[in-house]
């Protein structure tokens, strides 16, 4: 690779150019608020090449990476999550004693992985790029060591990740040994060629899917979700069900986009029972949970499984959709998580329901802000949410995939009392109550990036064509 | 232009009455009503349009969404025009009747009132399916608010009761609708979802149905009609004065609305085949619902049932599909909207004055409160259908369509014309006849709720003593409906 290739990919470069001055900077003084600093230019930086080169013509770097409108688009997305995710961690961890430089550090290194991602066309570079989000995630989940949720969360996380990263290399080594290739244009040729589909083709791809179906929590490789949430400290809870996420979705979803894997009748069957297991629980589930985190860590299963049957439905309308999708679940999942952090104190997680109690005459632009991120979880006009689950019925209503899209209809009916119980526990009178915490002083930034992303839910549900006109193009 | 200020006049007017809250507690109920009285001047403005009796009266649209052909897209006609002058009125209805219930967070309070009304509103307007499904989503969260916030001893479970029987309803539809707009793009390859051009898509027969009761339930989910109708009589219990004015007055009449305007004209075919099943459900609910009705002893719940029971005699006029039964059912709409709103008045203020909705503990309140019990006793036989009021024109219209059609099930609907008077005087003699039941103190209406429940009894009587103007203008869009169905066969 040289320095000429490198520029082409410019988020990853400078990403990866940031990882090193940051790593640099703290070796010279530690100083949190300076790592946090550099972090979050280098992602503005990253986020403003992606979103400028939007239209750009698609080039391949290396074998490895191919850097389309696709792929730059949820770099850019990426990108700007990560800034989001920033700011709750810069005030959340300003509260808390202990050497926090290398938070943002990680933040950054998590986010390279996630940027690999999601422009990879190549079975090496998509295995480079989730055992560096992993990786870091591991250390990020457990940066709060000094609470024990939080360690046992990690180590959850560890080792399940690690048995799904041996699938997954088991079915990239069946895929390899049939096809001889590792780039997804290669596969998708080898399948073309075929009458029949390969059974150990089929079989690797179906590994491949089992270690990924780990990664979006899908049932019924949901077991750690709700574990690792509680545990892990709230903006970075935000990250994982974001960015860690998002980019091994779109990453399936090109993979199986550009090798015609939807050939395989016999996967999309199994992706069909997934998605039904998926929403299903993931909205039983929630249900029966009383801590915040917890019940976010099941609506994010469930949401998980709507994208799914946009990903069975395929065709022409599936990237749009999915993309539409995502990028309104990451807003409001982000805010969702943003209000827990902006709540959290240095001793105490804000996940308790009594915490939420009366939010909205104590602090009504919180609440309001939450409120709205909570609609449009459950998908109520007119926020960005709404206009989501639209796109899964237009996606599914083309593919014909009626009994999933009944499946949704009763997973959004459930969905709604418990997103419904968190609004209503917020509109309580809080008078026979007092105050848990004083008004923690000074979050800026979070209350900066939290409004943004409200303004973003609503403007989306409202006038979504800019970016339908984006996502098109 | 005018359409989409009604809508905007009552959003800006709901911000406006929560932000002003601070200056003077009560300012939101003024900045309110003035807004209603906005939108009123309006309404007097375009019924001189509605007079040369042919076409749409106002029509608006601007492009909103053009990736899928969405259009904000507002259109009245004589139906539109008349629900949305009984959502003003009874909007301004509710402020008055909250003025002495609601007294604290006001400004919520209002900007949840308005929010829900310009849902309403753009629900009677949009001719666009999308923006239809929006406002029609836009009026159920304030809604739940209106419930659960300043509602009654259980009122959060009723609430959201009353939001998931509707949301899941309510993406049903949604899931309809997307299917038709994809059908009619298979047909003519481009997007659109406005419904003067979805009624020209062409699903195949079996589609059709399942479409077309996609629609149906969304709607007999809200109106409601057996078997939908578990929601109804809780949220009413549980709702605050005003809320259950406009959930019964308004809210109700989206969904007949939306029969009238979307499941029969777009899908004609599978709406006349399904009209049996229809008619029957809508004559169980009018029957059940007034011996449901006969059975309570909470006054609100009572009252909830009759709703059933008048809304019952709406799908039952919808579907009878000829002119006669489907003016019955416009009438009703409106006169079914002012009994039922003055109905839940009066029950709010009881409970004000006496603490409690039981009637078994009610009684003896005519020489307490002699105008209370007068407007109870108005009300009490309106809602009974007397000859002279409105609630009797929309019933016998009704029923004359009906028999043309189907004789048995009119004979055995026309059975509730014993079982209505059997609850409407199960109202008077519990509450104010008898003996007083303990010693208390109760303060006849003041000059404000009287002039609210004059309005009422007024619109009741002019309703059902001189029919003929609503009835002419609703008859152009009416018979627009009749001239796209099929020939009978």
Redesign the interface.
């Known amino acids: 690779m040289d320095f000429q290739q490198l520029a082409a990919m410019p988020p990853i470069a400078i990403i990866a150019a940031t990882v090193l001055l940051t790593m640099l900077a703290i070796t010279v003084r530690r100083d949190f608020t300076l790592s946090c600093l550099l972090a979050g230019l280098g992602m503005a930086a990253a986020l403003a090449t992606a979103a400028t080169g939007l239209r750009d013509a698609a080039v391949q770097v290396t074998p490895l990476i191919v850097m389309d409108g696709y792929g730059r688009f949820y770099m850019a997305l990426l990108a700007a999550t990560g800034l989001a995710a920033l700011a709750f961690s810069h005030d959340y961890f300003k509260q808390r004693d202990g050497e926090n430089e290398e938070l943002p550090l990680l933040l950054l290194t998590a986010l390279l992985g996630g940027l690999v991602l999601v422009a990879s066309n190549h079975l090496a570079a998509f295995f480079i790029g989730l055992e560096t989000l992993s990786i870091s995630l591991f250390v990020l989940i457990a940066y709060s060591s000094d609470q024990d949720k939080s360690l046992e969360a990690a180590i959850k996380y560890l080792i399940l990740s690690g048995v799904s990263s041996a699938f997954l290399l088991m079915g990239m080594a069946f895929i390899y040994a049939r096809c001889g290739v590792l780039d997804f244009p290669g596969v998708g040729h080898y399948i073309a060629g075929r009458q029949h589909s390969d059974i150990m083709v089929l079989g690797g791809v179906m590994l491949v899917v089992a270690g990924m179906a780990f990664k979006l929590s899908l049932v019924p490789f949901h077991m750690w979700a709700a574990d690792v949430y509680q545990g892990a400290p709230a903006p970075v809870t935000a990250f994982i069900a974001t960015v860690s996420k998002g980019a091994v979705f779109i990453l399936l979803l090109r993979y199986f986009l550009s090798t015609g894997s939807y050939g395989h009748s016999q996967l999309l069957n199994v992706f069909s029972t997934i998605a039904v297991l998926t929403i299903l629980a993931g909205n039983l589930l929630a249900l029966q949970q009383q801590n915040i985190k917890r019940i976010l860590a099941y609506s994010s299963i469930a949401h998980l499984g709507y994208l799914t049957i946009i990903f069975i439905a395929g065709g022409n309308m599936a990237a749009e959709a999915a993309g539409f999708y995502l990028t309104a679940y990451f807003i409001s999942t982000l805010g969702a998580f943003g209000v827990v952090a902006i709540l959290s104190t240095a001793q105490t997680e804000a996940a308790e329901p009594a915490i939420y109690q009366g939010l909205f005459w104590r602090r009504p632009w919180l609440a309001a802000a939450f409120s709205v991120m909570l609609l449009s979880l459950a998908g109520i006009p007119p926020t960005a949410g709404f206009i989501g689950k639209f796109y899964v019925f237009v996606a599914g209503s083309d593919a014909k995939l009626w009994g999933l899209l009944l499946t949704l209809i009763i997973g959004s009916g459930l969905g709604l009392y418990y997103y419904l119980r968190i609004i209503v526990v917020m509109f309580l009178d809080a008078e026979n109550i007092a105050p848990p915490v004083c008004r923690p002083a000074g979050k800026r930034l979070s209350h900066a990036a939290l409004a943004i992303l409200t303004i973003l839910t609503v403007w989306l549900g409202i006038y979504p064509d800019y970016l339908m006109a984006l996502l098109q193009g | 232009m005018m359409l989409a200020m009604l809508i905007g006049i009552l959003f800006a007017g709901g911000l406006a009455a929560w932000f002003c809250e601070r200056l003077h507690p009560a300012a939101p109920a003024r900045v309110a009503l003035t807004a209603l009285a906005f939108d009123a001047v309006l309404l007097f403005m375009l019924y001189p349009l509605a007079a040369d009796n042919s076409a749409w009266i106002a029509d608006l649209k601007w492009q909103?969404?053009?990736?899928?052909g969405i259009g904000f897209h507002l259109a009245m006609d004589g139906v539109s025009l008349l629900l949305v002058t009984l959502a003003v009125l009874l909007g301004c209805v509710a402020v008055g009747c909250a003025r002495t219930e609601i007294r604290h967070?006001q400004g919520f309070f209002y900007f949840n009132l308005l929010f829900c009304l310009a849902g309403a509103v753009g629900v009677f307007l949009a001719m666009d399916l999308?923006l239809f499904?929006?406002c029609w989503?836009?009026m159920?969260?304030p809604m739940?608010?209106l419930i659960?916030?300043w509602g009654h001893e259980d009122s959060?479970r009723a609430?959201?009761k009353f939001?998931?029987f509707t949301?899941?309803g309510g993406?049903?539809m949604?899931?309809a609708i997307?299917?038709l707009a994809?059908i009619y793009h298979a047909d003519t390859g481009r997007y659109s979802f406005d419904y003067f051009d979805l009624l020209h898509a062409t699903p195949d027969p079996h589609t059709a149905f399942l479409l077309m009761l996609g629609f149906f339930v969304a709607f007999s989910v809200k109106l409601p009609a057996i078997p939908f109708h578990a929601w109804l009589p809780d949220a009413h219990t549980q709702a605050p004065t005003a809320g259950s004015v406009i959930l019964a007055g308004v809210m109700l009449k989206t969904g007949a609305y939306g029969l009238l305007r979307f499941t029969v004209p777009l899908f004609p075919d599978a709406a006349q085949q399904f009209a049996p099943v229809a008619m029957t459900l809508g004559a169980i609910s009018v029957l059940y619902g007034a011996v449901m009705a006969y059975a309570q002893s909470d006054l609100k719940r009572l009252i909830a049932y009759t709703s059933i029971s008048h809304m019952g005699f709406m799908l039952l006029g919808i579907f009878s599909l000829n002119l006669a039964a489907l003016q019955g059912s416009v009438v009703t709409m409106l006169a079914h909207g002012f009994s039922a709103a003055a109905l839940f008045m009066i029950a709010g203020a009881l409970q004000e004055r006496l603490h409690t909705r039981e009637m078994g503990k009610m009684g003896g309140l005519w020489p307490l409160a002699p105008r209370l019990s007068a407007i109870t006793l108005f009300f009490a036989i309106a809602s009974l259908g007397l000859p002279g009021l409105g609630n009797f024109i929309g019933e016998f219209l009704v029923l004359l369509g009906t028999f043309k059609v189907n004789a048995g099930l009119t004979a055995l609907t026309a059975l509730v014309l014993i079982l209505a008077p059997a609850y409407a005087l199960l109202i008077v003699r519990k509450t104010l006849h008898g003996p007083l039941s303990e010693a208390r103190q109760c303060a006849d209406f003041g000059s404000r709720q009287l002039l609210a429940l004059a309005i009422l009894m007024l619109a009741t009587l002019c309703l059902g003593l001189h029919p003929q103007p609503v009835l002419d203008l609703a008859q152009p869009s009416l018979l627009r409906i009749l001239q796209a169905m099929p020939p009978e066969t």
């Not at chain 2, 909103?64 to 899928?68: D, M, Y």
């Open positions: 909103w969404i053009p990736r899928f967070r999308f499904f929006f989503e836009l159920l969260a739940y608010f659960g916030i959060i609430a959201i939001f998931i949301q899941v993406l049903l949604l899931l997307v299917a994809l």
